[in-house]
């Protein structure tokens, strides 16, 4: 009897063959994984941010000004970017193959819960300290992966450890930028090293935003 091919899982075999097979920490224990590395389609999806100052950045520089919302929109780009990379397992087998504490749910239904309670709160007091506790228990509820694996992901997909991103400063975004309006061109042309499509757009984005910063700031010391 003739065997029949089936075309769907030889297709998946060779796009599982396109990606590494690598070792990464999962709270400090090794596991396998595969990944793909991120394009500049893929990481738009996952959220608008800048690489060239994150949340790690601004913790080391001791900011009072992080709030739990930014800590949310931060988790909140992470897990889509681990979930976008994920090849084998994916994002879903994972929580599959971990399972999800029963508290985790219980917390979910609480969120439920509460958001339909805001419905009907008006702006005031009262309404900010029932965001707050929504805030909270988002994220002990939705983005539980440990932090090792996460940040370990994150660095992989978007080629961190591979491009010059890392360096650039406030002082060179608004160096180039300068330049850029002299040139009648972008900041990003006036630098030269290992960047990505993302980057380049996150340095032009950057770039702009503190020209025209520093222009606001020179008019205020005129006047």
Request: proline share 4%.
């Amino acid at each position: 009897m003739e065997k029949k091919y089936d075309v769907n899982a030889s297709l998946e075999k060779i796009r599982d063959a396109q990606f590494p097979l690598l070792v990464i920490p999962f709270n400090d224990t090794p596991v396998f994984v595969k990944l793909r590395e991120l394009n500049q389609a893929s990481i738009m999806t996952c959220g608008e941010f800048s690489l060239i100052e994150t949340l790690e950045d601004k913790i080391r520089m001791k900011s009072k000004n992080i709030k739990i919302k930014d800590v949310i929109a931060y988790a909140k780009k992470n897990h889509a970017i681990v979930k976008e990379s994920l090849v084998s397992p994916t994002y879903e087998q994972i929580f599959e193959m971990i399972g999800i504490d029963p508290k985790v749910e219980e917390k979910r239904e609480k969120i439920k819960e509460i958001k339909k309670k805001l419905t009907k709160e008006k702006p005031g007091p009262r309404r900010s300290a029932v965001e707050e506790e929504l805030d909270v228990l988002e994220i002990k509820s939705l983005y539980i992966l440990p932090d090792d694996f996460v940040s370990w992901i994150v660095c992989f997909a978007l080629k961190i450890d591979k491009t010059d991103i890392k360096k650039i400063s406030k002082k060179m975004l608004l160096d180039f930028a300068i330049l850029a309006k002299n040139g009648n061109d972008n900041p990003a042309d006036h630098i030269e090293g290992d960047f990505t499509p993302f980057n380049k757009d996150d340095i032009n984005r950057r770039g702009w935003i503190e020209y025209n910063e520093f222009i606001q700031e020179n008019k205020k010391k005129v006047k």
